[in-house]
């Protein structure tokens, strides 16, 4: 159990250095292995509590630090894609304009009569 947490504080490291850079296909693919590793933890949760995995005081101390460490970072992830998300909102917003600075909206209807007579 402390080696796949600890593998995945890693990659939580990993994935805070690809969205300060930006790097998204390289985002992606550290996600799917960081699934993967998420399964894999839950496997073991779950043979812990059938009573089929066993951890030892010792593991349970070491297990605790990484456990904060991952919940610090995973935070710090959490505040640093939502940064990107209101960035990348912003530009489509300027890219963007509403659709009421293209069309002539309601008022061109109030100030015509608009005939079908022939």
Not at 79 to 84: D, I
Not at 100 to 107: H, K, L, W
């Amino acid at each position: 159990m402390l080696a796949l947490h600890t593998r995945l504080l890693e990659l939580a490291y990993e994935k805070e250095q690809l969205l300060i850079k930006g790097d998204m296909p390289a985002f992606t693919t550290l996600v799917k292995e960081e699934a993967k590793l998420v399964r894999q933890i839950a496997q073991k949760e779950a043979e812990r509590l059938q009573g089929l995995l066993i951890l030892d005081d010792e593991e349970k101390e070491a297990l605790r630090p990484v456990l904060f460490e991952l919940k610090r970072q995973n935070e710090l992830n959490a505040a640093l894609l939502e940064q990107s998300l209101n960035y990348i909102n912003w530009h489509l917003d300027m890219l963007m304009p509403d659709a009421d600075d293209f069309t002539y909206g309601q008022q061109a209807f109030e100030t015509r009569s608009f005939s079908r007579d022939v």
